[in-house]
């Protein structure tokens, strides 16, 4: 969802807008209970809920955000994709490098729901809400993740509060950059 995000998507309880995203309204939510973070973010894009859809399982796409390093899926059924993912984050003098393998639960068109199968992190799980809208449509997002133990508290802290805002809107800033490209394959292939 995101470079921890897509682990990580990934927390202070603040709902704020980043300035650049204001036009979107995005929102980003974070509680932390313990090591678990519950995460919650949406934004508002020009994409259709076709294009939205290709959008979001267009797991190949997440190296095109700041971080990602690879990303390659393998289609396990009609609705399943597992994605192996790395992603690598500098956080204050920190150097992070997650790995994951997320199982993708595929609801055409509407809704991208997963679960981590292995990986770096304890656990992390959620899903993606298409909601179409009158210019486009709204991606929420919502999960739960749980890092390694051996990454301390302060540094996700640090992340959450100052980075997270700008990972989401890296996402809706690359989701209008492939309109074009995901516009066209609704036109060719609407997804059934």
Not at 29 to 45: C, I, K, P, W
Not at 96 to 111: D, G
Not at 125 to 149: A, K, M, N
Request: hydrophobic letters at 40%; one cysteine or more.
């Amino acid at each position: 969802m995101t470079r921890i995000l897509l682990f990580i998507s990934a927390m202070t309880l603040a709902t704020a807008a980043t300035p650049a995203m204001r036009g979107n309204a995005l929102h980003v939510g974070v509680q932390r209970e313990g090591g678990l973070y519950h995460l919650s973010a949406s934004f508002d894009t020009t994409l259709s809920e076709c294009a939205a859809w290709r959008y979001l399982t267009d797991y190949a796409a997440a190296t095109k955000l700041p971080g990602v390093v690879s990303s390659s899926a393998q289609r396990e059924s009609a609705n399943k994709v597992k994605v192996d993912r790395i992603a690598e984050e500098r956080i204050l003098f920190f150097h992070v490098r997650l790995h994951s393998v997320l199982e993708y639960t595929e609801f055409p068109t509407s809704k991208l729901a997963f679960s981590q199968l292995a990986g770096d992190s304890r656990s992390f799980r959620g899903e993606w809400l298409i909601q179409p809208v009158e210019q486009g449509s709204t991606l929420r997002f919502s999960g739960t993740w749980e890092p390694d133990p051996l990454l301390p508290l302060f540094i996700i802290d640090h992340f959450a509060e100052h980075d997270l805002g700008q990972r989401f809107g890296e996402m809706a800033k690359l989701a209008e950059e492939l309109k074009p490209l995901h516009s066209a394959a609704c036109d060719r292939h609407p997804p059934s």
